[in-house]
């Protein structure tokens, strides 16, 4: 559903065609697993919750919104989004990976994808390396954009050209920058996913995943994944993703300030090697982030001048915590080595970058000059 108002008025939801009896302003949890019929034939569109549910439609048709995209399908995770998604593929189809891709996502090409048949070339998307790893039997190509951990930035409509003259899909997962962001089916993606989790949630308090995409055929077929499977998010889950993504626009605005406030800092930090961050002019894909994004997002990641260095930040912040995962209201510093990225192959990991000196940070929208203040007393212990 695509409504004719700005992507701030789309996050509140507001589908007058949906009215409860009451008129709630906030969207009902339909709790409930199964749904009556008054006579036999009767069609009230919702049968059973592992199917569908009206509080997880109405989530499907926001996000589906501020996507750009004709549809959107929720499941009980992002990881659960990327499997059904898999399940688009047979036996002996070939996907091109980013080599730069969130752990929990390598661990299931590998070590379950590989298992059903699915064969898979990891390479760098963002350098044009995607071309020479096409073969007759290759059916998509899968990337994030920045990537996770290391923001590398691929040109998303180049590539599109590419994968579209030869049949093949482009999903792109665009957690890191949220629809607000950055909409990859306007440039040319076939498939967009997210962890809900992230972003779009918003508060570290539910996990969900996201597919968009405007081929109704191939909506289809994951949907017949999602109910067969049942996989699908929960009334109540689907309900505070739809809490969350009604301050998207603010949270990212936000986010985004602080972390370019943060950027700048380590950038002039004599403890800091390395900063990577797409907002960064001297960024290699800061060009492309500008054509093809709207902003820069709040994810930065940054060399510590040792490994003794960087685990006295994690063992010594306060105001941040010290996990895994991203997008919500308070800043994270995670550890991809040991947490994130646990899964992906050493030799990947040292080739990328991904070493013990490594450090993520999630920027949350707290005051800009409090994270500083936090950044500047650990680094001084
Ligand atoms: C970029 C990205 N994609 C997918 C996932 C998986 O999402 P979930 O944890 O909601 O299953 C994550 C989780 O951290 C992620 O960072």
């Not at 969130?102 to 590989?114: A, E």
């Not at 191939?218 to 109540?236: N, Q």
């Not at 943060?262 to 930090?269: F, G, K, P, R």
């Given at each position: 559903?695509?409504?004719?108002?700005?992507?701030?008025?789309?996050?509140?939801?507001?589908?007058?065609?949906?009215?409860?009896?009451?008129?709630?302003?906030?969207?009902?949890?339909?709790?409930?697993?199964?749904?009556?019929?008054?006579?036999?034939?009767?069609?009230?569109?919702?049968?059973?919750?592992?199917?569908?549910?009206?509080?997880?439609?109405?989530?499907?048709?926001?996000?589906?919104?501020?996507?750009?995209?004709?549809?959107?399908?929720?499941?009980?995770?992002?990881?659960?989004?990327?499997?059904?998604?898999?399940?688009?593929?047979?036996?002996?189809?070939?996907?091109?990976?980013?080599?730069?891709?969130?752990?929990?996502?390598?661990?299931?090409?590998?070590?379950?994808?590989?298992?059903?048949?699915?064969?898979?070339?990891?390479?760098?998307?963002?350098?044009?390396?995607?071309?020479?790893?096409?073969?007759?039997?290759?059916?998509?190509?899968?990337?994030?954009?920045?990537?996770?951990?290391?923001?590398?930035?691929?040109?998303?409509?180049?590539?599109?050209?590419?994968?579209?003259?030869?049949?093949?899909?482009?999903?792109?997962?665009?957690?890191?920058?949220?629809?607000?962001?950055?909409?990859?089916?306007?440039?040319?993606?076939?498939?967009?996913?997210?962890?809900?989790?992230?972003?779009?949630?918003?508060?570290?308090?539910?996990?969900?995943?996201?597919?968009?995409?405007?081929?109704?055929?191939?909506?289809?077929?994951?949907?017949?994944?999602?109910?067969?499977?049942?996989?699908?998010?929960?009334?109540?889950?689907?309900?505070?993703?739809?809490?969350?993504?009604?301050?998207?626009?603010?949270?990212?605005?936000?986010?985004?300030?602080?972390?370019?406030?943060?950027?700048?800092?380590?950038?002039?930090?004599?403890h800091?090697?390395?900063?990577?961050?797409?907002?960064?002019?001297?960024?290699?894909?800061?060009?492309?982030?500008?054509?093809?994004?709207?902003?820069?997002?709040?994810?930065?990641?940054?060399?510590a001048e040792s490994k003794e260095f960087a685990v006295k930040v994690l063992n010594n912040v306060?105001?941040?915590?010290f996990?895994?995962?991203?997008?919500?209201?308070?800043?994270?510093i995670?550890?991809?080595?040991?947490?994130?990225?646990?899964?992906?192959?050493?030799?990947?990991?040292?080739?990328?970058?991904?070493?013990?000196r490594?450090l993520?940070?999630?920027?949350?929208?707290?005051?800009?000059?409090?994270?500083?203040?936090?950044?500047?007393r650990v680094f001084a212990l």
């Amino acid at each position: 559903m695509k409504w004719d108002v700005s992507f701030e008025t789309r996050c509140q939801g507001m589908d007058l065609s949906i009215q409860d009896q009451y008129h709630a302003i906030s969207f009902p949890i339909y709790q409930t697993a199964t749904f009556s019929r008054s006579y036999l034939g009767e069609e009230s569109g919702f049968d059973y919750t592992r199917q569908s549910n009206p509080t997880r439609s109405q989530l499907e048709s926001v996000v589906a919104s501020l996507e750009n995209g004709k549809e959107c399908i929720a499941f009980t995770s992002g990881m659960a989004a990327v499997t059904a998604v898999m399940g688009l593929f047979e036996p002996g189809d070939h996907i091109i990976v980013d080599e730069d891709l969130y752990g929990g996502s390598v661990r299931l090409f590998n070590d379950v994808c590989k298992r059903y048949g699915l064969e898979f070339t990891y390479c760098n998307c963002s350098t044009g390396e995607v071309e020479a790893c096409i073969r007759d039997n290759t059916k998509a190509v899968y990337l994030e954009t920045p990537t996770n951990p290391m923001m590398h930035v691929t040109d998303i409509e180049e590539l599109s050209k590419l994968t579209k003259d030869r049949g093949v899909l482009l999903i792109v997962d665009n957690t890191f920058l949220s629809p607000f962001f950055q909409n990859p089916l306007d440039l040319g993606a076939d498939i967009v996913i997210h962890s809900g989790t992230k972003y779009i949630g918003g508060h570290h308090d539910t996990i969900g995943g996201l597919v968009i995409l405007n081929d109704t055929d191939v909506a289809g077929k994951i949907r017949l994944i999602l109910t067969t499977t049942g996989a699908g998010l929960s009334p109540f889950d689907s309900w505070l993703m739809l809490r969350g993504v009604r301050t998207l626009a603010v949270r990212m605005e936000r986010a985004e300030k602080n972390a370019r406030a943060i950027a700048e800092y380590l950038v002039n930090s004599p403890h800091v090697t390395k900063v990577l961050y797409p907002g960064l002019p001297d960024h290699p894909g800061y060009e492309i982030m500008k054509k093809q994004a709207r902003g820069f997002g709040s994810m930065i990641s940054f060399e510590a001048e040792s490994k003794e260095f960087a685990v006295k930040v994690l063992n010594n912040v306060d105001l941040f915590y010290f996990a895994e995962s991203l997008g919500g209201t308070e800043t994270l510093i995670t550890y991809p080595l040991t947490q994130t990225h646990a899964a992906v192959p050493e030799d990947v990991r040292e080739r990328l970058g991904i070493n013990e000196r490594l450090l993520r940070l999630s920027v949350g929208i707290e005051g800009a000059e409090d994270l500083i203040g936090e950044i500047d007393r650990v680094f001084a212990l």
